[in-house]
Nanobody
Framework: QVQLVESGGGLVQPGGSLRLSCAAS????????MAWYRQAPGKQRERVAA???????NYADSVKGRFTISRDGTKNTMYLQMNDLKPEDTAVYYC??????????????WGQGTQVTVSS
């Protein structure tokens, strides 16, 4: 059974940095695409960044220039480097993965989430 485990969340001051990691287990296949989503209290879950096996990535406008997504395809491991964090980045961050094109989101695999809190 595929499992995704996030780590690296925590409390950080505005302007600070965090690096999230997502490690997959239970599969021999390399995911076609992986993504980070986040959900703040009272808000819908939103995609923050995504990356496909060829290395092409895309970002939500709110994090462009501050966040960087990367992955080690051979290990199905994904990272999110978050710089210049703002209070509005506070949310639970989820790892999402898909084996096929178009499979991200509800149809994909999900981790349990890691809390990121940006506060002074």
């Amino acid at each position: 059974q595929v499992q995704l485990v996030e780590s690296g969340g925590g409390l950080v001051q505005p302007g600070g940095s965090l690096r999230l990691s997502c490690a997959a287990s239970g599969t021999r296949f390399t995911f076609y695409a992986m993504a980070w989503y986040r959900q703040a209290p009272g808000k819908q879950r939103e995609r923050v960044a995504a990356i496909v096996s060829g290395g092409i990535s895309n970002y939500a406008d709110s994090v462009k220039g501050r966040f960087t997504i990367s992955r080690d395809g051979t290990k199905n491991t994904m990272y999110l480097q978050m710089n210049d964090l703002k209070p509005e980045d506070t949310a639970v961050y989820y790892c999402n993965a898909a084996k096929i094109k178009g499979g991200l989101g509800p149809e994909g695999y999900w981790g349990q989430g890691t809390q990121v809190t940006v506060s002074s």
